[in-house]
């Protein structure tokens, strides 16, 4: 809970009590005086009431201290009659409001125990700073970065509104599935997509992906896609050296007969998707997808070179930097120096604090440990 609340939850406790202990010694030093006085003063402020009554003039709300006074009082005497203020209904709901939060006061907390602060800050920062992320996003980052296991239910509830919700996996064809993953460490995918600068002008960029790791191993940018150029960068990645034994790409004509002919020599066959079928090549066109909302949507590119600068940095931080769920979580190029996951359950290793790099100028953090003098 942030401090300003309990700051003003602490200050109305203490104001109610300062009233309450006011209206005892009122009641104390009324007591003491003489019945005639008593009567007299009763009728003087029977009378003012009767003022109010007769103009229709609305008094001021109660305040906690006074209904609470006027719950006491009401068990010394017959207060239906002597009530005028407000309706006895309003009385007993008084009463019964008063028992709620006494048998919340006197009730002991059920649940799970609430995780430390620092971490609960930790998860707040997190999705504040990381607008594209989701609580399945936060946990693995938690996990294989920090070493610190927390559930993305629980993540969930400590998240800023609104929070996205992470991408729904699943596909309709189980037999292609089944076919990918079974050869998705020798699997490559590839596909196009536009963006678009600052003066309007329409770029095209190619993305190639390992399927099995979830690795991008080359994405360029160019403004006249041709089916030479698209050649060209299939050769500066697939020399006849390398374990890719397929490669999935739809049925443009910028894949041009060459490109599959040359890809063939080296030993890399051609898996042609469907037409219309999208999901056909499902990992690429979720790659692309997540690089949609987690860059090029908030990300205007001035010119061809500072999208090529833009992609660069997203993908180094894509293959070195960001969990993917599908891989358990975990990181298709992994730092040498990763945790443990799981070890200390909500908290830090010992002599360790937790730092954020910030990506892209802060549109994404990555966070991991370094080690301070004890």
Known sequence: MPLMPKLDILSNVLLTMFDLLRDTLSFISVSLRARWALAAENL?????LALYLERRVNPRRAKASAKLTLVLLSRLFAWREALTVVKPDTLIRWHRKGFRLFWRWKSKARGRPRIPAGLQKLIANMGASNVTWGEERIAAELLLKLGIRVSPRTIRRYLPPPCLPGPQQGLSSQRWMTF???????????????????????LYVIVIMEVGCRRIIHINVTAHPTAEWTLQQFRNVISGEEPYRYLIHDRDRIYSRELDSSLKAVGVRILKTPFRAPQANAYCERLVGSIRRECLDYLIPLNEKHLRLILKLWVDHYNRGRPHSSLGPGIPDPPLDLPQGGSLPYRTPKYCSVFAKPILGGLHHEYGLERFAA
């Open 44 to 48: 003087f402020l029977r009378k003012q």
């Open 180 to 202: 990918v993953r079974n050869h998705a460490q020798a699997m490559l995918a590839c596909d196009f997509f536009v963006a678009v600068t600052t003066r309007f002008r329409v």
